[in-house]
């Protein structure tokens, strides 16, 4: 059973990037049955897509924050990360790391991160 | 983007309940949508994917049905349990989006 558990500041300086890493236990992301993805979660209550990053490296992100965005899979393979730059307070939220498959959607999450920022 | 918008945006009623959450998209995503249900604090859960599919270990009391534009989730008899937000996300194509929820409450 697919396990993931974000990690990371909880308090990120505007300007600043916003580094996450999500852990992974029970499935490897080399399998190459997921769609490894990030999910954020405003506080109030409104859910966003980020993006996903695939075992071979292809990445996909929304539209709306391509330009900040970017994903990466650690080189131990059992992890994969999320960094998003230029950060305002717009960018407080939940982020949610999240299993996605092609007929499933977002099947598994972790149980998210708080992320503040504020100087 | 496709955009998913719920109604209601909040819904009350007792235990035992018959309840129904509508769910449109603002083009047609087929049968690509699914149901999670999030309660405070909570990440959301996978409920329903692909309109009607119950996901494994989701109480039965729980379906989906529609297709194209519309959708709906039916909870059959409301549990206590079942007192939480519901939101309806399309993966028809990206980005893959999310409508604003249903805040299920207790009469």
């Known amino acids: 059973q697919v396990q993931l558990q974000e990690s990371g500041p909880g308090l990120v300086k505007p300007s600043q990037t916003l580094s996450l890493t999500c852990s992974v236990s029970g499935a490897s992301i080399n399998s190459g049955a997921y769609y490894w993805s990030w999910i954020r979660q405003y506080p109030g209550k409104g859910l966003e897509w980020i993006g996903y990053?695939?075992?071979?490296?292809?990445?996909y992100y929304n539209p709306s924050l391509r330009s900040r965005v970017t994903m990466s899979v650690g080189t131990s393979k059992d992890q994969f990360s999320l960094n998003l730059s230029s950060v305002s307070a717009a960018d407080t939220a939940v982020y949610y790391c999240?299993?996605?498959?092609?007929?499933?959607?977002?099947?598994?999450w972790g149980q998210g991160t708080m992320v503040t920022v504020s100087s | 983007d496709i955009q998913m918008t719920h109604h209601p945006s909040t819904l009350s009623a007792y235990v035992g309940d018959r309840v129904t959450i509508t769910c449109r998209a603002s083009?047609?995503?087929?049968?690509?949508l699914a149901w999670y249900q999030q309660k405070p604090g909570k990440a959301p859960k996978l409920l329903i994917y692909k309109a009607s599919t119950l996901e494994s270990g989701v109480p039965s009391r729980f379906s989906g049905s529609g297709s194209g534009t519309e959708f709906i989730l039916t909870i059959s008899s409301l549990q206590p349990d079942d007192f939480a937000t519901y939101y309806c996300?399309?993966?028809?194509?990206?980005?893959?989006?999310f409508g604003q929820g249903t805040k299920v409450e207790i009469k």
């Open positions: 996300q399309q993966y028809k194509s990206y980005s893959w989006t």
């Open positions: 999240a299993t996605a498959t092609e007929v499933r959607a977002f099947d598994v």
């Open positions: 990053i695939y075992y071979t490296g292809d990445t």
């Open positions: 083009q047609n995503i087929d049968s690509w």
